[in-house]
């Protein structure tokens, strides 16, 4: 989704719980419990520090739990600047009130209310939700229809009736409100002495608020008892990595100048590159190669040349706004690796600095970047200097499914 249409969401994950019916375990309550090698919250975590719409994520955890939250936190992907963790109280409502009142002077206009024990949320789900919410809905609920035919218990462990499954659906997580419509119905409920809530939309329904129904992913499990742990380690540990590399290529032309800019780089030199921006072929190969592992598009098809507001941009604005792409589809850059191709200026005395710039702005380390160069032999359009040729790959592990 384009950034300016995008909203603005405080997020609140609740994990206070004591996960009493999954059973004790040497790690601690079930969102520290380790599936696919990790805790389930970091999993659960990892999803929301890369969404770009999160500018705030609430943890709301027990007091007892500081220390494997801390842990846990240390193995979260991405910005966890934005992480912040407050205590919750002695039911899941309070909880999530807690959160909710932390967030209060952060300015957001949305919040995602979601359950630390539903790590297979995906990005998918996070922008359906927040699409529904850009239409104005106060309250969205994401939930799957009830495929099971239903019993309601009689006496003596008996069937007591079969209840019609037409129109019920199961609720799950995030749940997502504007904002300081659900603090209020959440303070209100508290304060009518009301603390029977099992989800955040039944307290929406209570305070006449409507609700949104978005469909939810059969996923999205909520690991409840010890099985769902069992299942969750048994998915992740088996699961193949969804590993993709996608390649770019770019050219510009050589015209009389004072410098060429390449991997954000300035060279002083005594031509410049020609282009609508200013023509690093290196990061319009690079930003295609990473909009190709998630097959969206490429750089003509977000930056228009034709678009007069990209006149003389800077290059590393294309180049992020694709890394921020993969982020949201889940994906974790593993490697950028770009040759250049120029007879001249000498690329060699630059690399390492032109290594460092791409490091900066993909947010990964050195070490997964990597800048190449090599002259033509003085053959061909780049051997008389007449133009710079990039060639870039990049590789991105995607963690969640893309659809
Ligand atoms: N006082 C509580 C109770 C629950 N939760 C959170 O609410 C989510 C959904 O609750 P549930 O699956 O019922 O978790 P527990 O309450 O931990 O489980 P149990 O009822 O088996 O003890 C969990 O992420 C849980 O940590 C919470 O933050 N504060
Ligand atoms: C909020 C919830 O995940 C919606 O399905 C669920 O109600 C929370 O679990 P609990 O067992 O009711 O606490």
Redesign the pocket.
């Given at each position: 989704m384009d950034k300016k249409n995008r909203s603005s969401c405080g997020v609140v994950?609740?994990?206070?719980?004591?996960?009493?019916?999954?059973g004790s375990h040497p790690d601690g309550?079930?969102?520290y419990r380790r599936i696919g090698g990790r805790p389930v919250?970091a999993h659960t975590l990892d999803v929301f520090v890369n969404w770009s719409p999160a500018e705030r994520i609430v943890a709301?955890?027990?007091p007892d739990d500081s220390d494997l939250f801390a842990a846990a936190l240390a193995e979260v992907e991405g910005d966890k600047e934005r992480v912040k963790a407050v205590f919750?109280?002695?039911?899941?409502?309070?909880?999530?009130l807690a959160g909710l009142e932390a967030l209060t002077a952060s300015g957001v206009e949305h919040v995602l209310i979601?359950?630390?024990?539903?790590p297979f949320v995906g990005p998918a789900l996070l922008d359906c939700i927040e699409a529904s919410l850009l239409t104005g809905e106060r309250a969205v609920l994401p939930a799957v229809a009830v495929t099971d035919t239903l019993k309601r218990a009689g006496a003596n462990g008996c069937v007591g009736e079969t209840v019609p499954r037409a129109g019920l659906f199961a609720a799950q997580?995030p749940q997502a409100f504007h904002f300081s419509t659900i603090l209020e119905a959440h303070r209100r409920a508290a304060q009518d002495g009301r603390d029977d809530f099992?989800d955040d939309a039944a307290i929406a329904e209570w305070a006449g608020v409507p609700v949104r129904l978005v469909e939810g992913t059969p996923d999205n499990v909520?690991?409840?008892?010890q099985k769902d742990i069992t299942m969750a380690d048994e998915r992740l540990s088996a699961s193949f990595p969804d590993v993709r590399t996608g390649n770019g290529y770019d050219v510009h032309q050589l015209v009389p100048g004072d410098g060429v800019t390449l991997c954000g780089l300035f060279l002083p030199h005594d031509q410049k590159l020609s282009g609508h921006s200013d023509a690093d072929v290196a990061l319009h190969a690079l930003t295609d190669a990473l909009l190709a592992t998630c097959g969206a598009g490429d750089i003509g098809d977000h930056f228009p040349p034709s678009d007069p507001q990209w006149k003389g941009a800077a290059s590393r604005i294309f180049l992020e706004h694709a890394a921020r792409i993969v982020r949201d589809r889940g994906g974790v850059i593993m490697n950028a690796d770009v040759s250049l191709i120029a007879e001249a200026p000498k690329i060699g005395p630059h690399r390492a600095e032109m290594r460092q710039k791409l490091a900066e702005m993909l947010g990964i380390s050195l070490d997964r970047c990597s800048v190449k160069a090599t002259t033509n032999e003085q053959i061909g359009f780049i051997g008389r200097r007449e133009g710079i040729a990039a060639i870039a790959t990049a590789t991105v592990v995607y963690r969640n499914p893309l659809a």
């Open positions: 994950i609740v994990a206070a719980g004591r996960g009493e019916r999954a309550p079930k969102q919250i709301v955890i027990h919750g109280g002695s039911s899941r409502q309070r909880s999530v979601h359950d630390a024990v539903r997580t099992t909520k690991l409840t008892l």
